[in-house]
C-alpha cells in the first residue's frame, strides 16, 4: 500500500504544472535535483514518488520541499509515474483545480533539471501533447553500444512511422489527457517506448526538444551489462505487445 505523509501543500495555481519525479534510493542527489525542478517557469508542484528505497531518500525530498510518496516495496518506474499522477491530481482536488500538465524527470539530475524548462512551453501554449527531451553527449565516459536505442527507434518507427532521436529518454512533458489516454503504462524500462507508441498511435503530437541535462552514464561493467540486457528484454517486450519489433526467442 502507498503512503501519503503528511506535508505542507504547495498552492497550486490555475495554470501550473507539476513535476513527478520517480525515485530509488537517490539520497545523494535527490534533494538537489527537486531545489532545482521548483525553479523552473511555471511548476508549482514537485512530487516525489519514493519507489521502495532503503535510504534517505524520501526524508531528504521532503526537506527540499517535495510532496512525497511513498511505496513500502520497489515497484518499478511506471507504477511511481502512475501514482506520482494520481498524487497531483488528488492535490488538484483539494485545491478545486485539475488538468494540470504533467513533467517527469529523473532523479539524478541534480541542478541540470531546470533545463527541462524548454519542454513546458509547447505544452503549456497547446503546440505539442508530450515534449521529449535529447540529452547532449554526457560528460562522464562509459556506456553501451546503442543496442537498446537502436531497438526501441526501430520498433518505434515501424509502429509509428515516426523515429525519434532519443525514445529512452524519461525527461518528458505532457498536457493531462494524453497521460490518461497512455494507461495502463507498459511496465518496467518499456515505459518509455510504449507511452511513445501509444500516443502517436492515438493522434497526439510528439515532438523531441535539445536540452542540457547531465545525469549518471550506465558504465561498462557486468551490472551495467545486466542492466542493459534486462532493459533490452522489457523493450522488446513492449513492442511485441504492440505487434512491431523483431521476433525474437524469449529468454528463459
Do not use: Y
Not at 525553479?39 to 526524508?59: F, K, L, M, N, P
Request: aromatic share 6%; net charge positive; with cysteine.
Amino acid at each position: 500500500m502507498w503512503e501519503d505523509p503528511d506535508v505542507p501543500q504547495q498552492r497550486l495555481l490555475r495554470h501550473g504544472a507539476a513535476v513527478v519525479i520517480p525515485a530509488f534510493n537517490e539520497q545523494q542527489r535527490i534533494g538537489a535535483t527537486v531545489l532545482a525542478a521548483a525553479q523552473i517557469d511555471g511548476v508549482d508542484c514537485v512530487v516525489v514518488v519514493d519507489d521502495g528505497s532503503t535510504d534517505r531518500t524520501a526524508e531528504l525530498a521532503m526537506q527540499a520541499g517535495a510532496h512525497v510518496v511513498r511505496a513500502p516495496k520497489n515497484r518499478g518506474k511506471a507504477a511511481a509515474m502512475e501514482r506520482g499522477a494520481a498524487q497531483v491530481a488528488a492535490l488538484e482536488d483539494a485545491a478545486g483545480l485539475s488538468g494540470r500538465p504533467l513533467l517527469f524527470l529523473d532523479a539524478d539530475l541534480e541542478s541540470t533539471a531546470t533545463a527541462a524548462g524548454v519542454l513546458l512551453p509547447p505544452v503549456l501554449r497547446g503546440q505539442s501533447d508530450m515534449t521529449i527531451a535529447i540529452l547532449p553527449r554526457q560528460i562522464v565516459a562509459g556506456g553501451g553500444h546503442g543496442f537498446v536505442v537502436r531497438l526501441a527507434q526501430d520498433g518505434i518507427e515501424q509502429a509509428t512511422a515516426w523515429r525519434a532521436i532519443q525514445p529512452l529518454s524519461g525527461q518528458r512533458a505532457l498536457t493531462r489527457a494524453a497521460f490518461d489516454a497512455a494507461l495502463p503504462l507498459a511496465s518496467g524500462w518499456g515505459v518509455e517506448v510504449g507511452l511513445t507508441i501509444d500516443l502517436v498511435r492515438k493522434g497526439f503530437r510528439v515532438s523531441e526538444i535539445p536540452t542540457e541535462f547531465h545525469h549518471r552514464v550506465t558504465g561498462t561493467d557486468w551490472r551495467a551489462k545486466r542492466h542493459r540486457a534486462r532493459q533490452f528484454w522489457a523493450v522488446w517486450r513492449t513492442l511485441r505487445a504492440r505487434g512491431v519489433g523483431p521476433v525474437l526467442p524469449i529468454p528463459r
